[in-house]
């Protein structure tokens, strides 16, 4: 991850291209229309997991939210998240080197954790990967309040595994629609987009 955040470092840094926005601008805008339904106020604390670039923090803050962290356990990630906030002129959006699976005591008290490929990127770790998606799950319980939301899209795990992986401590509230695609008659979802509140 270093090595593809370095170079995207590089590109930004030589044109001005903020890189790869992961499941593209809709997942975002999925994300930022849900909370505006829900209401959720503007300056509830949001974590961003593996904030990669930043871009979804950047759209937040456009957005108005003005709480925003973003954590990336890569430093070039942030390095990029960094130079992509003072481009756009953004102060509300707090970024910090930190390895998800391994939290420092200050990583907690959000209202709001969203993870856009992160949890797909663990759960891919050729080393001990049933593992460290139990520490995903201790972490999550660790940064996120009791009823705060969780929003995770994943392109990994259908709607019927995510449930099951986060079955202890957390409620589904929402599936949001995705695209849709057919494949041999059958109709499915490349991208799954869920809302969980963690419970009391």
Known sequence: WDAAYERELRTFQDIGD???????EESMIRIIRWLERQKVPLDS?????????????????????????????????????????????????????????????????????????????????????????????SSLCSALNPEGFFLITSCNWTKEELLNEFREGFEILEELPTPKFCFG???????????????K
């Open 45 to 137: 604390s949001v974590l961003d997991i593996g904030t990669g670039n930043g871009v979804l923090l950047v759209e937040l803050a456009k957005s108005g939210y003005r709480n925003l962290t973003g954590i990336d356990y890569s430093p070039a990630a942030i390095q990029l998240s960094e130079k992509i906030r003072e481009k756009e002129g953004l102060s509300d959006i707090k970024l910090k080197v930190e390895d998800f699976l391994a939290p420092s005591a200050e990583l907690s008290g959000f209202e709001v954790c969203i993870d856009k490929g992160t949890f797909d990127a663990i759960s891919l770790n050729p080393d001990d990967a049933e593992g460290k998606r139990r520490q995903y799950l």
């Open 18 to 24: 903020t890189g790869e926005i992961w499941f593209g």
């Open 185 to 199: 008659g059958r109709i499915g979802n490349s991208v799954t987009a869920l809302v969980f509140q963690r419970k």
